[in-house]
């Protein structure tokens, strides 16, 4: 099948890019509100009520990320992504494409396995769960690494890709 090449990512696309982004890191910076609801409740008291929203957010942040990929992946499929820039290396669009497989793994797995963990009660996904924290920022850090490598040092305008 010959591969989709739109000259640009569509707004829709640039859009949810970064609400997914943000929202990720609303995941991993708050979740321990989750934990400290668990804990109130476990020991007979109740939360008080910033941890309660905050809490509850862990778990409708993460069912609206899964929403939200589902439809990126959607779109992904059905417009595809732009060439790499021009005078990329066929072993750093390797490299490339093989990172950003990972991110869509990865936020599949995550709001999944915590679904299956918290509304179904699959103990074992919790360890799938457990290993999100630091899948995503071993990623984030090489994928903003490489967007500034690309902003800075080559200065091809690939965030404006993205914005
Ligand atoms: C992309 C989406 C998500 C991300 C990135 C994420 C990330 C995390 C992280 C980093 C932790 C702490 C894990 C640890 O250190 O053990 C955690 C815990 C947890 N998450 Fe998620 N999560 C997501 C979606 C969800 C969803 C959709 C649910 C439930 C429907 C959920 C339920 C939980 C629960 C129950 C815990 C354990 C809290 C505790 O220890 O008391 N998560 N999540
Ligand atoms: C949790 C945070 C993030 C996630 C999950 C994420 C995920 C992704 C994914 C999956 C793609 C590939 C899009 C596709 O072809 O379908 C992408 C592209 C891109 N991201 Fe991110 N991203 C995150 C944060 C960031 C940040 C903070 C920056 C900027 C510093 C950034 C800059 C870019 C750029 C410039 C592209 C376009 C690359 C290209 O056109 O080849 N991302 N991102």
């Known amino acids: 099948m010959p591969k989709i090449r ?3 990512y569509s707004s829709l696309q640039k859009a949810l890019h970064w609400i997914i982004a943000l ?5 991993i910076t708050f979740v ?16 008080d009520t910033l ?3 905050l809490g ?11 929403a939200l990929v589902l439809l990126r992946l959607w ?13 990329t290396s066929p072993l750093m669009a390797k490299a490339a ?4 497989h ?6 599949l797995l995550a709001p999944l396995s915590g679904i299956a963990m918290y509304f179904l009660g699959f103990r074992q996904a919790g360890a799938i769960h457990h290993f999100m924290e630091p899948a995503f920022l071993l990623l984030i850090t090489l994928h903003v690494g490489a967007a500034l490598w690309h902003q800075f040092i080559i200065k091809d305008k690939l965030l404006q890709r993205m914005i």
């Open 102 to 107: 990972t991110f869509y793994l990865i936020l």
């Open 6 to 8: 739109p000259a640009n």
């Open 23 to 27: 929202l990720i890191f609303y995941q």
């Open 56 to 66: 509850n957010g862990h778990i409708v942040s993460g069912c609206t990320i899964l």
């Open 97 to 100: 494409t093989a990172a950003h």
């Open 75 to 87: 779109l992904r499929i059905k417009n595809g992504a732009p060439a790499e820039p021009e005078g």
């Open 32 to 47: 321990e509100y989750l934990e400290k609801m668990g804990e109130a409740f476990r020991s007979g008291g109740m939360p």
């Open 51 to 53: 941890t309660s929203i």
